[in-house]
């Protein structure tokens, strides 16, 4: 059963992972709202580096407003942008610990 539902708000972490991830720098640290749930897969962090028997994780698709990624962003305020992020890169957004204890 996934952890989050749709609607659910999540916060980007940043794990502070160097090489092949999946979670764009600008993302990190940001609040949106789960649009869906994708299903499970194996993670492609993993599967980068030749790990293939690693048990499959959690996908979500989350919603994050524009004007939350880009300080100077001057579009529409209801413009958004949608990222598939593995379960391992969430939290709750109301998790009020989330952001120190990934930095």
Request: proline share 10%.
């Amino acid at each position: 059963m996934p952890r989050f539902l749709p609607d659910d708000r999540v916060r980007i972490l940043d794990l502070g992972k160097p090489g092949h991830v999946r979670v764009p720098w600008f993302a990190r640290l940001k609040e949106g709202v789960v649009e869906r749930y994708c299903g499970a897969y194996r993670n492609p962090e993993d599967l980068a580096y030749g790990r293939h028997d690693t048990a499959p994780v959690d996908l979500y698709r989350v919603r994050l407003p524009q004007t939350a990624l880009w300080e100077t962003y001057s579009g529409p305020p209801h413009d958004t942008v949608d990222l598939e992020v593995y379960d391992h890169w969430l939290a709750p957004a109301d998790d009020a610990d989330n952001s120190e204890a990934s930095r």
